[in-house]
């Protein structure tokens, strides 16, 4: 049960620092929705993930920093706001903790269940794979006309380009066996 609420709390803590900013739930929506997070929480708890528009949540955690990585999904509508507050209805739990989330930076945020101020994550933006894909696209030259290297319409591959590749050898052909083995076999069959 202590996993579930850490579960739910990773999936959506909120922020605590003098300068941060408290986020009412429309303004978690937009900042949180659909991006990659990383999180660290007071107890060692650490792991990324994502929270969908649905609120379901998946990613992996690693409790108290010990153990494996696991692979964590929650179903749709795990999260959702009620009043003012983001709060979490996760089976097997016979309340729905709720969340403060404050904003610390453009790219972090703070989540911590609400009265328990102690009990908090905290969450950094980290880029996607199509984030990721469009920053390694080439840089633009001073003039901005076109990229300073031309870059193939197809992902990158480990193995050479075709023309570098060699063939492997094809088997020789051994040759056939002389007249007289073959004069032996016939030779050694009953008539």
């Known amino acids: 049960m202590l996993q579930r609420i850490a579960v739910v709390l990773v999936g959506i803590c909120g922020i605590l620092p003098a300068q941060a900013e408290e986020m009412k739930p429309t303004e978690a929506r937009s900042f949180v929705v659909g991006k990659l997070f990383a999180f660290n929480c007071f107890e060692g708890t650490q792991g990324s993930g994502r929270i969908y528009s649905d609120g379901s949540v998946a990613g992996t955690v690693q409790f108290q920093g010990k153990g494996p990585q696991r692979y964590v999904r929650l179903p749709s509508g795990t999260l959702k706001v009620k009043g003012e507050a983001v709060c979490a209805s996760v089976r097997g739990l016979f ?85 007289s083995s073959s004069a032996m076999a016939s030779s050694s069959r009953p008539d």
Do not use: H, V
């Open 95 to 179: 309340f729905e903790p709720c969340f403060n989330l404050n904003k610390t930076s453009q790219e972090t945020f703070r989540g911590s269940l609400s009265g328990m101020g102690f009990a908090y994550c905290e969450f950094t933006k980290r880029s996607s794979r199509r984030e990721m894909m469009a920053s390694n696209t080439p840089a633009q030259t001073a003039e901005g006309d076109a990229p300073a290297e031309p870059r193939a319409g197809k992902p990158r591959s480990l193995r050479p380009p075709l023309a570098a590749r060699t063939e492997p050898p094809k088997p020789e052909l051994r040759p056939s066996l002389d007249a």
